[in-house]
């Protein structure tokens, strides 16, 4: 398998000049400029290892690669004890033969309609406490297991805070569990691979309101001996929205407990989508019509996320002690999820365009990498 990858790879490499496939036509990259203060990654297509076009900008610019789908609890145990692990498998010997690191994500995710529903049931009854744990301990066991030290980090628990009053977000796990559902999650990774790096991942949890949950959740873990080496800042941002006072508030607030902060799936969408869920959804209709960009994105708005790019790498830099990787999710705009959610429209939200070639915003976040420290 190993050696097939290599020759695969050379052949691309090969025929990079004959205009083969989506290229990177620059020999910068950001794995060097980010070199020495935090690794760079990206989350990507789980068919990757059958994509060679995606191989050579994949290689050359980052080290570290997430799958975008498969080892979700869904894809993995549909049924229960039917483990599908056809494509994370070709997915972690593909990143070995080409010496990229593998994050996995996640083995739970906190949010019933992303769960199998069978965890939450026993016959006709609601499963309770001791059956949902001993479930997710075996499918933890099963796939943090079969990855030992070939998957180095691991989102453990994914999306858990509540993004209204309460605690924790209203779910099976919460229900029969409470918080427990997530120091057990810890413990169960933390046993299955004791050399693994454990991650709690969320989004707009760097806000204040979701950080103050962030930080208890936090302090707690700590408490209860759980194995937290990170939080994951999910980073799905929207130009001229980028919160930098609230993540710099975050970042600061993480040094000082002594946690580590992975920006884990960023970009910066440039249609704002929060008027989507405004207003109980009343502008639906009219948003599903808008795709502004269709025919490209106009160059004052690409320079306007190259420059939020490059503040958000500023600060990165800034706080390099404390981050520990920073991730995109996904390769180039052509591939970006935000081309579908949350309506259908042409989207540009990072570094690499449709053709793999670098963006204004590419320039920024290497400049950022490579200025003098603030
Ligand atoms: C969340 C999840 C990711 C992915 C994105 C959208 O951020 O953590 O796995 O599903 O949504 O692609």
């Known amino acids: 398998m190993r050696a097939q990858f290599q020759l695969l790879l050379l052949f691309v490499v090969l025929n990079l000049n004959s205009g083969f496939?989506?290229?990177?036509?620059?020999?910068?990259?950001?794995?060097a400029a980010a070199g020495?203060?935090?690794?760079?990654?990206?989350?990507?297509?789980?068919?990757?290892?059958?994509?060679?076009?995606?191989?050579?900008?994949?290689?050359?610019?980052?080290?570290?690669?997430?799958?975008?789908?498969?080892?979700?609890?869904?894809?993995?145990?549909?049924?229960?004890?039917k483990f599908?692990?056809?494509?994370?498998?070709?997915?972690?010997?593909?990143?070995?033969s080409?010496?990229?690191?593998?994050?996995?994500?996640?083995l739970?995710?906190?949010?019933?309609?992303?769960?199998?529903?069978?965890?939450?049931?026993?016959?006709?009854?609601?499963?309770?406490?001791?059956l949902l744990l001993a479930r997710m301990k075996t499918h933890i066991d099963t796939v943090a297991g079969r990855y030992r030290r070939r998957i180095a980090r691991w989102d453990v628990v994914n999306e858990a805070l509540d993004d209204g009053t309460n605690y924790l977000r209203p779910s099976g796990w919460s229900a029969a569990c409470g918080e427990d559902f997530i120091v057990k999650a810890f413990e169960f990774a933390h046993a299955a691979d004791p050399k693994a790096l454990?991650?709690?991942?969320?989004?707009?949890?760097?806000?204040?309101?979701?950080?103050?949950?962030?930080i208890r959740l936090v302090r707690s873990l700590r408490e209860k001996q759980a194995p937290l080496y990170a939080i994951g800042l999910q980073g799905h941002y929207e130009i001229d929205r980028v919160p930098l006072k609230d993540i710099e508030d975050t970042?600061?607030?993480?040094?000082?407990?002594?946690?580590?902060?992975?920006?884990?799936?960023?970009?910066?969408?440039?249609?704002?989508?929060?008027?989507?869920?405004?207003?109980?959804?009343?502008?639906?209709?009219?948003?599903?019509?808008?795709?502004?960009?269709?025919?490209?994105?106009?160059p004052e708005v690409l320079q306007r996320q190259a420059e939020q790019y490059g503040q958000l790498f500023r600060l990165f830099r800034k706080y390099s002690d404390v981050i520990a990787r920073v991730s995109f999710w996904d390769l180039h705009d052509g591939q970006s999820w935000l081309n579908t959610f949350p309506w259908t429209r042409v989207n540009h939200p990072l570094l690499f365009d449709r053709e793999g070639k670098p963006k204004p915003a590419f320039d920024a976040v290497i400049t950022a990498l490579q200025a003098p420290p603030p």
């Open 21 to 31: 496939g989506a290229v990177t036509t620059t020999n910068r990259t950001l794995r």
């Open 98 to 106: 080409n010496h990229l690191l593998v994050i996995g994500h996640c």
């Open 108 to 130: 739970v995710w906190a949010k019933d309609d992303r769960t199998p529903p069978w965890f939450f049931r026993d016959g006709t009854n609601v499963a309770r406490r001791d």
């Open 36 to 81: 020495g203060m935090f690794i760079i990654g990206v989350g990507i297509n789980d068919r990757i290892p059958e994509r060679p076009n995606d191989w050579p900008l994949l290689i050359s610019q980052f080290s570290a690669m997430t799958p975008e789908n498969s080892l979700k609890p869904d894809p993995v145990q549909v049924t229960e004890g």
């Open 198 to 214: 454990l991650v709690y991942n969320d989004y707009n949890n760097e806000l204040p309101g979701k950080r103050a949950k962030q």
């Open 84 to 96: 599908n692990l056809t494509r994370p498998d070709a997915f972690v010997d593909f990143a070995a």
């Open 251 to 298: 970042l600061a607030a993480m040094r000082e407990l002594g946690i580590k902060v992975v920006v884990s799936e960023l970009d910066i969408d440039v249609i704002p989508r929060g008027r989507w869920w405004a207003d109980g959804g009343k502008y639906h209709d009219e948003l599903s019509k808008l795709d502004p960009y269709h025919d490209g994105c106009p």
